[in-house]
């Protein structure tokens, strides 16, 4: 049986989670009601703006001026106030609020090597190393990496800089002996193909059907390399976003790379703007996944190019000198064009998301100090959506200070209204299987787990006591009843990472309506009995909203059960 303070501590906790409004805000219920947080930062000629109030700010929904129902002002010295009591032995939650100097603004660095060339990310990890050794311990920051087998956590959040400044001084980026990937960084004449000397046999060698077919064989190779970055890359992003989704504050990323592998253009009928540079490529539905994700999550993204300084279109006589005299004009403009195309793109992300982009600069560390200085002030602006505009498209976000002049205001500039329709199939078990194999916990639905080891029924069982939080869930208010589904999913891993058991089970929810308050603050808890298989090292416990898809997961080493 859980312990006494088990419900208490993370019920806690979960009320924790709330504390990103202003006190007195209506439930929000995902299907009804839907508060739309936008977070801005703003600047003037002598830096960050720190003296604004509610009344200066006006948000507009498109053409509709809302009215702002909740504010705040996050500081770099904000923490995460009436933090859970201290966890019981063998209970584990999702929570990033469960400690009371948890920032409510953070800065993640994804150090990206799937993306980059080894030798750009050689110059790129020591630009970082420096700059981590310059950290403050109000600096709330986390570091990631992306490589072609997942992303990995080299350290999440920390209060010594120390750390990870010594962690990505061992961490060595390389893209696993691969050459360098992707079209941008092939440099003009690498794919140069030799012509043939006619067949011994007098049979006319026809050189413009042999190029075809090396092109064809080309453009297949490219096809999969293009494929593989885009699904990794999209799926780092949504699992950044769904780990820090629940922090009230500002939500940086700061995306290191040399190469950004389609653009999240958050605009449009379905949130994308030139999502990838082949119209019939089948990323979309990965793309708009992301966008949703880090739109719900408001992430603002900093892209910083790994490259450095790059030389422009006024050096291309210069290039045959990098290059070699085998490259053509021609060659070299596409090359020079790429890299163009490449900055449009971290143009887009960053104007986008509120954030900033960084590129034709040595300085990166100094690129990452920046960013980090946006988390200094934000303001925090709520409203709520008419029922008749929550459509499930996206709208276009304005935000203004009428009353000041010479101000710079950056702010995510769209939001999905609300979620009509139900998530396909295929999109549950994709976000399922990132919740199974990612090293990241999603934070989007709270979750928390109290294991018991114990004969009955049978030996060798664990006994899972969950407790999860009601405020993300898609609920419909049908004949006095609130009505959902979830799906809940216990996983078991062993020490290589490879699954041993998966136990899915449906759970339909039908709850009075003068229950649900009670719901929101509390939880809504649920048990359920599994026999550890031989090998268990991990245990996953994931529940996802069946409407929406919205995960929460979190991860149980075996080895801290007692």
């Given at each position: 049986?859980?312990?006494?303070?088990?419900?208490?501590?993370?019920?806690?906790?979960?009320?924790?989670?709330?504390?990103?409004?202003?006190?007195?805000?209506?439930?929000?219920?995902?299907?009804?009601?839907?508060?739309?947080?936008?977070?801005?930062?703003?600047?003037?000629?002598?830096?960050?703006?720190?003296?604004?109030?509610?009344?200066?700010?006006?948000?507009?929904?498109?053409?509709?001026?809302?009215?702002?129902?909740?504010?705040?002002?996050?500081?770099?010295?904000?923490?995460?106030?009436?933090?859970?009591?201290k966890?019981?032995?063998?209970?584990?939650?999702?929570?990033l609020?469960?400690?009371?100097?948890?920032?409510?603004?953070?800065?993640?660095?994804?150090?990206?090597?799937?993306?980059?060339?080894?030798?750009?990310?050689?110059?790129?990890?020591?630009?970082?190393?420096k700059?981590?050794?310059?950290?403050?311990?109000?600096?709330?920051?986390?570091?990631?990496?992306?490589?072609?087998?997942?992303?990995?956590?080299?350290?999440?959040?920390?209060?010594?800089?120390?750390?990870?400044?010594?962690?990505?001084?061992?961490?060595r980026?390389?893209?696993?002996?691969?050459?360098?990937?992707?079209?941008?960084?092939?440099?003009?004449?690498?794919?140069?193909?030799?012509?043939?000397?006619?067949?011994?046999?007098?049979?006319?060698?026809?050189?413009?059907?042999?190029?075809?077919?090396?092109?064809?064989?080309?453009?297949?190779?490219?096809?999969?390399?293009?494929?593989?970055?885009?699904r990794?890359?999209?799926?780092?992003?949504?699992?950044?976003?769904?780990?820090?989704?629940?922090?009230?504050?500002r939500?940086?990323?700061?995306?290191?790379?040399?190469?950004?592998?389609?653009?999240?253009?958050?605009h449009?009928?379905?949130?994308?703007?030139?999502?990838?540079?082949?119209?019939?490529?089948?990323?979309?539905?990965?793309?708009?996944?992301t966008a949703?994700?880090?739109?719900?999550?408001?992430?603002a993204?900093y892209?910083?190019?790994?490259r450095?300084?790059?030389?422009?279109?006024?050096?291309?006589?210069?290039?045959?000198?990098?290059?070699?005299?085998?490259?053509?004009l021609?060659?070299?403009?596409?090359?020079?064009?790429a890299?163009?195309?490449?900055q449009?793109?971290?143009e887009?992300?960053?104007?986008?998301?509120?954030?900033?982009?960084?590129?034709?600069?040595?300085?990166?560390?100094?690129?990452?100090?920046?960013?980090?200085?946006?988390?200094?002030?934000?303001?925090?602006?709520?409203?709520?959506?008419?029922?008749?505009?929550?459509?499930?498209?996206y709208?276009?976000?304005?935000?203004?200070?009428?009353?000041?002049?010479g101000?710079?205001?950056?702010?995510?500039?769209?939001?999905?209204?609300?979620?009509?329709?139900?998530?396909?199939?295929?999109?549950?078990?994709?976000?399922?299987?990132?919740?199974?194999?990612?090293?990241?916990?999603?934070?989007?639905?709270?979750?928390?787990?109290?294991?018991?080891?114990?004969?009955?029924?049978?030996?060798?069982?664990?006994?899972?006591?969950?407790?999860?939080?009601?405020?993300?869930?898609?609920?419909?208010?049908?004949?006095?009843?609130?009505?959902?589904?979830?799906?809940?999913s216990?996983?078991?891993?062993?020490?290589?990472?490879?699954?041993?058991?998966?136990?899915?089970?449906?759970?339909?929810?039908?709850?009075?309506?003068?229950?649900?308050?009670?719901?929101?603050?509390?939880?809504?808890?649920?048990?359920k009995?599994?026999r550890?298989?031989?090998?268990?090292?991990?245990?996953?416990?994931?529940?996802?909203?069946?409407?929406?898809?919205?995960?929460?997961?979190?991860?149980?080493?075996?080895?801290?059960?007692?």
């Amino acid at each position: 049986m859980k312990p006494a303070l088990f419900t208490l501590a993370l019920s806690a906790g979960l009320a924790v989670a709330q504390s990103g409004t202003q006190s007195g805000a209506p439930a929000v219920i995902r299907s009804n009601t839907r508060l739309v947080q936008v977070n801005v930062v703003v600047h003037d000629k002598n830096g960050a703006v720190a003296d604004l109030k509610q009344e200066d700010f006006v948000v507009f929904d498109g053409r509709k001026q809302r009215k702002i129902a909740s504010f705040a002002v996050e500081t770099a010295t904000s923490t995460i106030s009436g933090a859970m009591p201290k966890l019981q032995p063998n209970v584990f939650v999702n929570s990033l609020q469960r400690h009371s100097e948890t920032p409510t603004s953070v800065t993640a660095i994804l150090f990206d090597t799937l993306n980059t060339p080894v030798t750009d990310q050689r110059y790129a990890r020591n630009q970082v190393a420096k700059f981590l050794g310059t950290l403050q311990p109000e600096d709330g920051v986390a570091l990631y990496s992306l490589s072609r087998s997942s992303i990995q956590i080299l350290h999440d959040f920390t209060d010594d800089p120390r750390d990870l400044a010594r962690l990505i001084k061992r961490y060595r980026g390389v893209a696993d002996g691969t050459p360098e990937a992707g079209p941008i960084f092939q440099r003009p004449g690498s794919n140069t193909v030799q012509r043939e000397a006619p067949s011994a046999t007098g049979e006319k060698f026809d050189q413009e059907k042999f190029d075809q077919m090396v092109d064809n064989m080309t453009q297949t190779v490219a096809h999969a390399e293009m494929t593989a970055r885009v699904r990794l890359t999209t799926q780092a992003l949504e699992s950044i976003a769904n780990h820090l989704a629940p922090l009230p504050g500002r939500k940086n990323l700061v995306w290191i790379s040399a190469s950004f592998p389609f653009s999240v253009g958050l605009h449009g009928p379905d949130g994308l703007a030139n999502p990838v540079s082949n119209p019939h490529e089948i990323y979309r539905d990965d793309i708009a996944r992301t966008a949703r994700a880090l739109n719900q999550a408001n992430m603002a993204i900093y892209p910083v190019d790994a490259r450095g300084l790059m030389v422009t279109q006024a050096y291309q006589a210069s290039l045959s000198l990098i290059f070699g005299t085998g490259a053509s004009l021609n060659e070299l403009t596409s090359w020079v064009a790429a890299i163009n195309g490449a900055q449009d793109t971290m143009e887009e992300l960053a104007s986008r998301t509120g954030g900033k982009a960084f590129y034709n600069t040595n300085d990166i560390g100094g690129s990452v100090r920046r960013a980090i200085e946006d988390t200094k002030v934000s303001y925090v602006l709520g409203f709520y959506p008419e029922e008749a505009d929550i459509d499930g498209k996206y709208h276009e976000l304005r935000v203004q200070v009428p009353g000041r002049k010479g101000l710079e205001l950056r702010a995510r500039q769209g939001y999905y209204a609300g979620d009509k329709a139900p998530v396909p199939d295929v999109a549950l078990q994709t976000a399922l299987q990132q919740a199974v194999a990612g090293p990241l916990q999603s934070s989007r639905i709270e979750i928390g787990v109290h294991v018991t080891r114990t004969n009955q029924p049978e030996p060798n069982s664990l006994q899972l006591d969950l407790l999860v939080s009601a405020r993300e869930l898609t609920l419909a208010l049908k004949e006095d009843r609130w009505q959902g589904a979830l799906r809940q999913s216990i996983v078991q891993l062993d020490a290589h990472g490879k699954v041993l058991e998966r136990i899915t089970d449906p759970i339909k929810l039908n709850l009075k309506r003068e229950s649900l308050p009670e719901y929101l603050q509390t939880g809504m808890s649920f048990a359920k009995t599994v026999r550890a298989k031989p090998g268990l090292a991990q245990l996953r416990v994931i529940v996802m909203d069946r409407d929406s898809g919205v995960t929460g997961s979190v991860i149980i080493p075996m080895s801290q059960v007692q």
